[in-house]
């Protein structure tokens, strides 16, 4: 039997606001406990709170970087239900009249085609507090700091069919929120949240099987591992005659498994209703366009730029956008090299990202310049040192050493394009291995590889290769 897997997701990215979505609090991360939660936030008697403006730009930025309706007016609603770390009794959310809706965001399949996939809704709420259990033996600590901070919740369709699909579509709105500075991504902190819902069905069913929601996922490596756990758990519940039962369930990553956390509330259970102290948002066109006219380049345009200026591939201008501090070293590569676009990507995405990863650190951190690594790159270009050298050189610069010309001169690594000096150590190659240049002449083309090698060696590995190929064929079947 093939089962096929359905996945939707819910992200809650947490606006880059200095203070809070209906109070004067901050919204700093890491501070004292309830050192951050006003009046407002805890809900006290006779408070009113007041929406904060920029949350409204920023959801309005959000709605046009995945292609939605803005809309003219939405309505925040009272999400009644009762837990600790919410003194309220109900979060402010919207509901029926979300201020973003119908978007989508194209993803990158592993085969390179294109997969839209459609953004349900996007509205804005306030975050409820913490409730800490790892301090307290027999009790439950609760920070407030965190009610009040603003949220936009973006709900996809039931789109991705896999959960490396939905790791490329969390990546591209992950890198979107960045581009569009209203959220920093921060997964550990919480910034940038994921619930995945997940079900499964027999392909073709036209009808969808029952979804479990997944939450404590803070990792795209967790979100992956989570979703392909689930998969297939409710297909072994399935083949053995059982059902899926529609619930909460906790990722554990020590485990690598999820577990019920609790049975899932319908909607009509929070008695949703417009909150009476609120007045609804009225967007106007004018608002939308001067938010507009004040995008940056996103992603996917820059992706088509890199396509059109630079010849790069589609894959390799989507991972050199995925930020933009990245484009940028990038584009300063390149700039830097004299322009060798495809040399530049492969430096960056291959040498420099590996290294990267390696030291666990970010693009902004990289011990070598994107100036440096385009002298490295231009070296290699104009055949001042061949690939194999430059890795080397590179690993020195990585180390504190200098600047490329710095480190070939100290080294005396420049590569030997002087063409007398390759055909006499070409000469002496050949005179060395006699019973080689017989056996070469009698047929033995693999042998051409050893010849190479030798003059290679004798070298120091920095004969030009074009030239030392071309003197070797004509000396060889001389
Ligand atoms: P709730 O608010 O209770 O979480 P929603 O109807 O808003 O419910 O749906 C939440 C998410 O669940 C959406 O991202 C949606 O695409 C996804 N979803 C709905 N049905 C399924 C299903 N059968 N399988 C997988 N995902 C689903
Ligand atoms: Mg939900």
Redesign the pocket.
Known sequence: MEWET?????VHAQLSTKSKIFSGAATQFGAEPNTQACAIDLGFPGVLPVLNAEVIRMAIKLGLGINAEIAPRSVFARKNYFYPDLPKGYQISQYELPIVKKGFLDILLEDGSVKRINI?RAHLEEDAGKSLHEDFHGQSGIDLNRAGTPLLEI?????MRSAKEAIAYLKVLHSLVRYLEICDGNMQEGSFRC?A???V?KKGDPK????T?LKNLNSFRFIERAINFEVERQIELLESGKKVTQETRLYDPNKNETRSMRG????HDYRYFPDPDLLPVAITMDQIEKVRAELPELPQQKRQRFIDAYALSSYDASVLVTSKALADYFETVVKESGNQPKLAANWVMGELSGALNKANLEITESPVTAAQLGKLVQRIADNTISGKLAKTIFEAMWNGEGDVDAIIEKRGLKQVTDSSAIEALVDKIIAANPAQLADYRAGKDKLFGYFVGQAMKESGGKMNPQQLNEVLKKKLNA
Do not use: M, Q, W
């Open positions: 359905v996945i939707g997701l819910e349900t709900v996809s369709e039931p789109d619930d819902n997940v079900s069905r969808f099987g029952t979804r929601e899932k509330e319908e909607a």
